[in-house]
């Protein structure tokens, strides 16, 4: 393996107290108790689909969801950075590829608007070799393109590449791409996940597992 590529949200950074902090702050706007984070934390991962899935009980198809969705994207960019934290490991992981020449990067369906900026505020924009968010290809995940096009940026062939992610689509994105796929356990898995039926060709419980796999 020449290079790691990282899913961001649960997999990178643990970025549900923030998700989940801008749900509830616009839960209140609308006269909602707020949600446990133990209950928003499954849907991290799945955008405002899943967050408004558990918040609102809304789905794209109905009238309101996009004017929800500007709404909780200006919340969610209001408070980018509060309590999102790199998962325990990851920073030493990340030193660790580096000190042994191995380039990592990020792929994401996170909007560059959001990603970009978060990645400045955890130190980490000028560390990734490639940074590609959901609207740098024409295709999110799980189209490949994405991953293809890091491994473009990198200046590695595919099957080089080591991608982890902890939703189903990243998973299969990493298979179309033809690239290795590791699951992270410790991201954000709902109790409906079934990821042994995913196909990854591993799963950790920890980052620093992954340099067990180079």
């Not at 209001?78 to 920073?91: D, E, K, R, V």
């Not at 792929?107 to 608007?113: E, G, M, W």
């Not at 990645?119 to 560390?127: K, T």
Request: glycine residues 8%; hydrophobic residues 45%.
């Amino acid at each position: 393996m020449k290079a790691v590529l990282f899913d961001l949200d649960g997999t990178l950074a643990d970025t549900a107290p923030d998700l989940g902090h801008a749900l509830n702050l616009q839960r209140e706007r609308h006269g909602l108790p707020s949600l446990a984070q133990e209950i928003i934390r499954p849907y991290a991962s799945h955008g405002t689909v899943g967050l408004f899935d558990i918040g609102f009980g809304l789905t794209p198809q109905d009238a309101r969801f996009a004017p929800m969705r500007e709404e909780y994207l200006a919340l969610y960019t209001a408070n980018l950075c509060l309590h999102t934290t790199l998962f325990p490991g990851m920073a030493e992981l990340l030193d660790e590829l580096e000190d042994k020449g191995i380039a990592w990067g990020v792929v994401t369906n996170k909007p560059a608007r959001f990603t970009n900026p978060l990645m400045e505020q955890l130190g980490l924009i000028n560390r990734a070799a490639s940074i590609i968010s959901g609207d740098t290809c024409p295709h999110p995940k799980p189209h490949p393109e994405p991953l293809l096009a890091a491994a473009r940026e990198i200046g590695v062939a595919p099957q080089s590449c080591l991608y982890i992610g902890d939703a189903e689509r990243d998973i299969e994105a990493a298979h179309a791409a033809d690239m290795p796929a590791i699951l992270a356990a410790y991201g954000y898995l709902g109790a409906a996940d079934r990821p042994e039926t995913w196909g990854a060709d591993a799963s950790i419980q920890h980052p620093a597992e992954i340099l067990g796999y180079l």
